[in-house]
């Protein structure tokens, strides 16, 4: 399959350059903070009572701060492409442990999150796109671009309200069973099913009107056989290539999300680092998912092969 | 068992809000396993005919007069009883082979799936003889078979087509413009595969503009302008001595007769003549 290969070339090669910059660009973000790093370090590391200069310039030394803007950068740079991060400023772990162990949490947040989307939003946008301009469908327009609208932390907010503090079924917060996992994974999944029902809708109006689609039914196919044979996959095409962009709004939305429900994930770590100015932190957690954005597309891309025979062998189509 | 198929009497076709006419009062009979060729000019309503004989008219034409498909009328049946026709009993051959077939499935299975489901075979047997009849029709089943359609030429995915027509149980099969944008070896060689479902026992009607494949196909013909049958006969008959000066211009403006274009006082003549008899519709052909 050299054209699985070809996508895993440049995917690899993109995942470099990506890598270099967002290495580059948090490196500059961090640093055009305004404010004194070591002393916010130190407070981060001893508190405010504690702090004093000299305890400050200690750290100024010890984190070699006090070193030129460049050789840090290059420093940085040269340690990022070893996949060695540096360790955290204020709890002194190395970043990749801090990173793994909030990677985990966030990777089940988005997949959670996704599941309860495909449940809410391949059903839905599936009989929208049955009865295209039905009354459930215009319906179904107006409820989605509401959705949409709304941001996580109203959504959040409400479904605290509603589910945890009136009805009391579920946890407010925090991540010890998978009963804590329901509401933040709600939260972004609701957003992006309404999302993602239009996009299923629109694929299936579409693929209902191929010249294929009526052909199948002319075979003498029944109407579900149709839409199973000749329908699903087809419209699954562009739904995928959908999903992957929305990866980029879950995770924007984590951020928020894992905040309100204290869940500890990547998001929740790069809000605190950067309060706690932990440099090597927000570096390595940017680094991370930027990478991340490289990977999503990667398989997106395979998954299309996958399923489009006409991607297989590109210089065949016409 | 009936000898007439498909009877067609005083069929039209107009559209809806302004109720013009498309087909005026068209009738022809189809005898059972033998080929019917109608032929005609672009927009003379000849695949209007044909949606309507299957029941894919679009939603804005509506259809008047009778069309009896071995025995009962089929005008004004709901599109469920038209459903139950579809593969079963007639089969509509779509003009563009490429986009009729699925795009992301094997061509193999796309024959096989009507022997499976609608012949009820077994998922095994159904591929093995969807490989046959795929192999019938002069390709390989094996490596032709497992190409998806856009790895296949037009002529290739048309005799897939073909081979799906021939797995149906469908009796009676449409051809819309079987030979559209072939040149000239392969369009005798679909002939030949039109020629090959006849004798298989289906019943064929051919809706084409060309006269080489009335002529090659035989049995009867109508030819067909400005939404009206101006001659019919056995094709021999019309096409060696045409009676009606308009087959005659047809004819004349074939490539294999030098493309002489149609004299213009015969089509104007008949324009005035349906003019005078009521009829609205030939401006949808001039």
Known sequence: MGEIARILRTHLFHGVAVGLVVASLSFVVVNLTRGDTALEIAIARHGTALTNEALVEQIRIEEKLDQSLWIQYTRWIGHAFTFDLGRSLVSKEKVADLLWYHFRHTLVLSVAAMLISLVIALPWGIFCGIFPGGSFDNISGLVSSALVAVPHFVTG???????????????????????????????????????????????????RGALFYQFARMKGLAEARVLLGHGIKNASIPVITFIGLQTAHLLDGVVVVETLFAWPGIGKLILDSILARDIPVVQGAGLLIGLMYVAVNASVDLICIVLDPCRRDPEAIR | MNEILLN????????????????????????RGEPFTLIGETGCGKTLIAQALTGVLAKDLSATGSIEFDGPNLVGL???????????????????????????????????????????????????????????????????????????????????????????????????????????????????????????????????????VARDLGGNIAVMYGGYIVESGPAEKVLDSPVHPYTQGLIKASPENGMEPIPEHVLSSMKTAWNSSGSRQMEACL
């Not at chain 2, 109720?19 to 005898?31: E, I, M, P, Y």
């Not at chain 2, 139950?84 to 094997?106: C, D, I, S, V, Y």
Request: charged share 20%; glycine share 6%; proline share 5%.
């Open chain 1, 157 to 207: 907010i409400l479904l605290i309200l509603a589910l945890s503090i009136k009805l009391q079924w579920l946890p407010v917060a925090g991540f010890f069973t998978s009963r804590h996992l329901i509401l933040p994974a709600a939260t972004l999944g609701i957003g992006l099913a309404a999302f993602s029902s239009r996009v299923v809708a629109t694929a299936i109006v579409d693929v």
């Open chain 2, 8 to 31: 067609i009497n005083n069929l039209s076709i107009s559209s809806m809000p302004e109720h013009k006419t498309l087909v005026g009062s068209v009738s022809f009979s189809v005898r």
């Open chain 2, 78 to 212: 709901s599109g469920k009883e038209r459903r139950k026709l579809w593969g079963r009993r007639m089969f509509l051959l779509p003009q563009e082979p490429r986009l009729a077939l699925n795009p992301t499935m094997r061509v193999i299975k796309q024959v096989s799936e009507v022997l499976r489901y609608l012949r009820g075979q077994q998922p095994k047997n159904a591929l093995k003889n969807a490989g046959t009849l795929i192999s019938d029709l002069g390709m390989s089943s094996s490596r032709d078979g497992r190409h998806y359609p856009f790895r296949l030429s037009g002529g290739m995915n048309q005799r897939i087509l073909l081979a799906i027509a021939l797995a149906t149980p469908a009796e009676f099969i449409v051809a819309d413009e079987p030979t559209k944008g072939l040149d000239a070896d392969l369009r005798d060689s679909a002939v030949r595969l039109l020629q090959n479902l006849v004798e298989q026992g289906k019943t064929l009607l051919c809706i084409t503009h060309d006269l080489a």
